[in-house]
Antibody, heavy 119, light 107 residues
């Protein structure tokens, strides 16, 4: 069964950093682009970043450029999100999400890892 | 950039039909996608490319588009359909954006 499992979330003070990880299993990891999508408490979904199959193409939401860095390790079937200079408004559940290019949709979601930024 | 506009809430009685709309000018050129999220769970894909249904999604879920508006229709709503529904599309500065979400309440 294909699945994505996030880790690395937690409580951090504003200005700090976190590295979120996502471990994939049950599918050919290197053939899919991966994304991070976040959801603030009681709010909607916000796409954060995308990385292509080889890591050659990386995209970020305009409002988040400069503080977020997405990367992947195809040997170990993992994708990462480094978040620096954390702000209170970065508090959210961060989902690791697979993109299925054939249908152009986010077809597999992890359960998410919660990040809480305190002031 | 642009926004995808959804009604905040829709209420319907069991067995009736629920319609959730999503409006944006760019939808005349971009496909729309729909996701369902139940409390405490991750979203799941319901509809792709305006009106296609992934395997495993019940036939009561369907999508349609007309001009700048796409619609998710749930026929014969069941209590288990209660949750939040999000439309999603591509943004020229994006690449991806989501609507604000619609809370479906089954009365």
């Amino acid at each position: 069964e294909a699945q994505l499992v996030e880790s690395g979330g937690g409580l951090v003070k504003a200005g700090g950093s976190l590295r979120l990880s996502c471990d994939a299993s049950g599918f050919s990891f290197s053939t899919y682009s991966l994304n991070w999508i976040r959801q603030a408490p009681g709010r909607g979904l916000e796409w954060v970043a995308s990385i292509s199959t080889t890591g050659d193409y990386i995209y970020y939401a305009d409002s988040l450029k400069g503080r977020f860095t997405i990367s992947r390790d195809n040997m170990n079937n993992s994708v990462f999100l480094q978040v620096d200079s954390l702000r209170v408004e970065d508090t959210a559940v961060y989902y690791c999400v697979r993109f299925l290019a054939g249908i152009g949709a986010f077809d597999l979601w992890g359960q998410g890892t919660a990040v809480t930024v305190s002031s | 950039s642009y926004e995808l506009t959804q009604p905040p809430s829709v209420s319907v009685s069991p067995g009736q039909t629920a319609r959730i709309t999503c409006f944006a000018d760019a939808l005349t050129k971009q496909y729309a996608y729909w996701y369902q999220q139940k409390p405490g769970q991750a979203p799941i894909l319901l509809i792709y490319k305006d009106n296609e249904r992934p395997s495993g999604i019940p036939e009561r879920f369907s999508g349609s588009s007309s001009g700048s508006t796409v619609t998710l229709t749930i026929s014969g709503v069941q209590a288990e359909d209660e949750g939040d529904y999000y439309c999603q599309s591509a943004d020229s500065s994006g690449p991806w954006i989501f609507g604000g979400g619609t809370k479906l309440t089954v009365l």
